[in-house]
């Protein structure tokens, strides 16, 4: 007699670069967990009818969600964590024993447990930096303020994006202003900008960057991304890509469906490998 598998997914459009069948299948077999993750590429105009059929089918558990449905998934969600309703945005979805689509977020956890764990670099009292304002950068807010920085400066070509997402937290230290208008050098730099992914650099003056200013790209590439590359010239201290971050929002997602937190180490040197040009 077969044993059932559960089952679990990524949606999103495009879908076919997704390292995320990879990654959870890593996790999976390093806690001995039986189940199956595969991608679906989804129309545009088709993410709730996908959602609905996904969990309509029996021991289909749990859904990743990536560009362009985050939002949609976030209204969709009948039960929100704290930090999915900060982020506006959902990446993680599951059915509660009552029947309601729970949504979280962990990209910002991912981020902060990289930053942190992984690379030895703490967000509590440093002054920090990000670029851009967009759903990527909205996703990481809470969890890295929740590390009490002494001051968080969302920096973006439109100001008004950037004062939208500060007016988020009107408790917290943060800040908002255009990239010429920033002052001084700052601990901690995070690019969430997509300028990476065009070779492309956000218009950032270079007296931002100090001798022990760490950068963090969140685009990933087997060499330095051209932020990376750029910050390096400058004479930052330390740069550091996002595939940990990829690595490790996808192990809180496990931990979220399966109640066990898988060690990422060993799959983040794997994928590291991996990358085309390693």
């Known amino acids: 007699m077969a044993i059932p598998v559960d089952h679990y997914a990524v949606m999103g459009n495009p879908i076919e670069h997704s390292k995320s069948p990879r990654i959870h299948a890593m996790f999976a077999e390093s806690v001995g967990h039986k189940l199956s993750y595969n991608t679906q590429l989804v129309p545009v105009n088709d993410f709730e009818e996908a959602v609905t059929r996904f969990f309509d089918n029996g ?76 759903g990527a950068v909205r996703g990481v807010l809470e969890p890295i303020l929740s590390q009490e920085p002494s ?78 590359q750029w910050a390096l010239d400058h004479g930052a201290g330390k740069v550091i890509d996002g595939l940990g971050m990829l690595v490790e929002q996808a192990a809180e997602q496990f931990a979220i469906w399966r109640g066990v937190r898988p060690e990422t180490t060993p799959v983040l040197e794997m994928l590291r490998k991996e990358l085309p040009g390693s």
């Open 59 to 134: 021991g289909y558990l749990g859904l990743s969600v990536t560009v362009p449905f985050k939002e949609q998934a976030w209204t969709l969600s009948v039960v929100r964590t704290a930090r999915a309703e900060k982020a506006g945005a959902v990446n993680t979805l599951w059915m509660d024993e009552q029947g309601d689509l729970n949504g979280d977020n962990t990209d910002g956890l991912g981020l902060v447990q990289d930053l942190a764990v992984n690379n030895g670099v703490s967000i509590k009292g440093a002054r920090v930096l990000i670029l851009g304002a967009g």
């Open 151 to 228: 001051e968080l400066v969302i920096a973006n070509r439109t100001v008004s994006k950037a004062e939208t997402l500060a007016g988020l937290f009107p408790e917290k230290p943060v800040k908002a202003c255009g990239f010429s208008e920033l002052e001084g050098s700052f601990d901690i730099i995070i690019n969430g900008t997509s300028a990476s992914l065009h070779g492309d650099l956000p218009p950032v003056p270079v007296t931002v960057i100090a001798s022990a200013t760490c950068c963090y790209d969140m685009m990933y590439s087997a060499s330095h991304t051209v932020f990376n």
